[in-house]
């Protein structure tokens, strides 16, 4: 449940729903039907398999309609021992552009012909590879993800047309306000040596360091069956999961020298609240970036937390977007979320607002970032954002993706799929008085890292009105 | 149609493009394997869309409002895979070749890189 700025943007739908019913001039008037009483979430259950290579086998089944999603889950990703920055998302990114006997193209069109979606990805944490392919084409699309685990080439021709790419992306973050932020931010809340210093697709440095050798030693190293776990979900059953699994993956085989993980070096919150300005001249917006080190999932604050969030930047009507956008028209968007990894993320209250209401959002954010932690939520916002969560999840695990996706978090954060009751339970039990110790807690005013990007000539005087704390400039 | 030419590129390149691969369809046809591709990917889509309960109320809905049959997928999907090569022919012919409108976006005062009315006689 990373919940880092994710506003459901529900009324946008409604609206568009509204519009197409108002102009349905045949359409009679009926009563609608009474609601019936408020249904609860039913976690489904988990079937476990393992391949003697060491593989193991998660399978959900749900055979509403006729669609398989195959997740596999590579332990290791960006933060393992001795991976240079970038080169993990670099090389996830390669696993489908060319694997087998096929380049990209041939790749994505013999997935095109099955109607099937085959992607990589990597994060701080692993390399998934993710297949949604109808049932009757199940035997095609398994063929192609194993391909593109385990026989991916690695062209150089391959490596540089991609290498070019994150170079141009890398070049133009530069020019994009909000990716200056990000850097910035996460550069400074970080220390040197912890994984989230760097950016996960490294620099451009790092980037011109990446060649077809590299990229296939890391990923020789990276692929052990010993821990990899294959997520099923749709219209599967177990022994289906085994077949499909031992055909296309029996013959993996470990690596000789397997990647290790890296210890993670601890991350004390900033000694006071620091101002870190980046000059955008002549920019129309500042991008403000507020966070701190963040909190560990396994902390038994995570329901109220969550809670606490949602109330202060977690949802649409979330005080900080009600404050900025509904009622003051100082930006479109405005939010604040804790990212959860199994290595804490940050928590983050970040919004876009207009140049010359730079300072004001800022007291805005700093009055309600203390609040919090300080006076009472209402019953009605306490209410309003219990039932947000625990009612939302109902729409969060209906498609074989959603639910492939929740086991892959459960695999990340070693919890089992059911603990997502009890989160949900603990969450519709918590209190004002739990809310407002979490926020005092866990977001201390004192104690926060601000990034600004905007035009410094026109903001820094306001802001250095403000005594935040001490101000610097830094340049990316 | 939208296309996008890389520096270097003006756009009566792509626009010939276009049109060179608009008349080729309309000519040949596609290959079987294309137009199974096409089937294939349509039918994917719809069984993603209505996992949901939302995706299933928006597929009733827009059955209802275009045809007036809110189970209308049975029937299109039984036009959908009746569809020959002949039949992509001809709609190609009469929806695609012919007059349209063209936008170009160029460099301000670069106006010598954008399409042209008619680049194949």
């Known amino acids: 449940m990373n919940t880092l700025l994710s506003m459901r943007h529900r009324l946008t739908a409604a609206a568009g729903l509204a519009i197409v019913c108002a102009t349905m001039a045949s359409a009679q008037v009926v009563t609608a039907p009474a609601l019936g009483t408020t249904p609860t979430l039913v976690v489904p259950a988990v079937q476990q398999a393992q391949l003697p290579n060491g593989l193991r086998l998660m399978v959900v089944r749900n055979a509403e309609v006729p669609l398989v999603e195959a997740r596999l889950i590579v332990d290791g990703g960006a933060r393992a021992r001795g991976v240079a920055p970038g080169l993990a998302t670099f090389a996830a990114s390669l696993l489908t552009e060319g694997a087998g006997n096929r380049t990209a193209l041939q790749l994505s069109e013999a997935a095109d012909f099955i109607g099937a979606r085959l992607n990589s990805g990597a994060g701080w944490d692993n390399t998934s590879l993710t297949l949604s392919v109808p049932k009757r084409s199940v035997a095609e699309g398994f063929a192609l993800l194993a391909d593109v685990l385990l026989r991916p080439t690695f062209r150089s021709a391959d490596v540089k047309r991609e290498r070019d790419l994150r170079q141009a992306a890398l070049l133009r973050a530069k020019d994009s306000p909000g990716q200056v932020a990000s850097r910035v931010f996460y550069r400074n809340l970080f220390p040197a040596g912890h994984p989230y210093h760097v950016d996960l697709s490294g620099d451009s440095a790092s980037t011109a360091a990446l060649d077809s050798a590299a990229v296939r030693n890391y990923w020789n190293r990276a692929a052990d069956p010993r821990h990899a776990t294959l997520i099923l979900t749709g219209d599967v059953s177990l022994a289906e999961a085994r077949q499909w699994a031992t055909s296309a993956f029996g013959g993996w085989t470990p690596p000789a020298t397997p990647l290790v993980k890296a210890p993670v070096p601890v991350n004390p919150a900033a000694s006071t609240t620091r101002i870190i300005l980046v000059d955008k001249p002549d920019a129309a917006q500042s991008v403000i970036w507020i966070g701190a080190p963040g909190m560990r999932r396994d902390s038994p604050d995570y329901p109220a937390v969550t809670v606490m969030n949602t109330i202060l930047g977690g949802s649409f009507s979330a005080r900080l977007n009600d404050l900025l956008r509904e009622q003051l028209g100082y930006t479109y968007g405005a939010g604040s979320g804790f990212s959860f990894a199994p290595v804490p993320g940050p928590f983050l209250a970040r919004s876009d607002v207009r140049t010359n209401v730079t300072d004001s959002s800022l007291i805005v954010f700093f009055r309600e970032l203390r609040k919090i932690g300080t006076e009472s939520v209402t019953p009605v916002e306490l209410d309003r954002a219990r039932n947000y969560v625990v009612l939302g999840s109902l729409g969060d695990y209906e498609t074989a993706g959603q639910i492939a996706g929740a086991l892959s978090s459960s695999v990340l954060f070693g919890r089992p799929l059911s603990a997502i009751t009890q989160d949900l339970n603990a969450i519709s039990r918590v209190t004002a008085a739990d809310v407002e110790r979490v926020a005092r807690t866990h977001i201390d005013p004192g104690h926060l890292t601000v990034v600004i990007v905007g035009d410094l000539a026109r903001i820094r005087p306001g802001i250095e009105k403000l005594n935040l704390g001490p101000i610097e400039v830094q340049t990316y | ?121």
């Open chain 2, 1 to 121: 149609m939208i296309a996008t030419a890389r520096p270097g590129h003006a756009l009566p390149e792509l626009q010939r493009a276009i049109d060179d691969e608009l008349r080729k369809l309309a000519d040949q046809g596609p290959t079987d394997r294309e137009l199974q591709q096409a089937r294939n990917s349509i039918e994917a889509s719809f069984i993603r869309r209505i996992q949901t309960v939302q995706g299933k109320a928006d597929q009733l809905n827009r059955y209802y409002y275009e045809t007036g049959v809110p189970d209308g997928f049975q029937h299109d999907l039984d036009q959908l895979r009746a569809v020959t090569a002949d039949d992509i022919k001809r709609v190609v012919s009469r929806y695609l070749i012919g007059p349209r409108a063209i936008v170009s976006v160029v460099p301000q005062g670069k106006r010598e890189l954008a399409a042209v009315r008619r680049v194949t006689p």
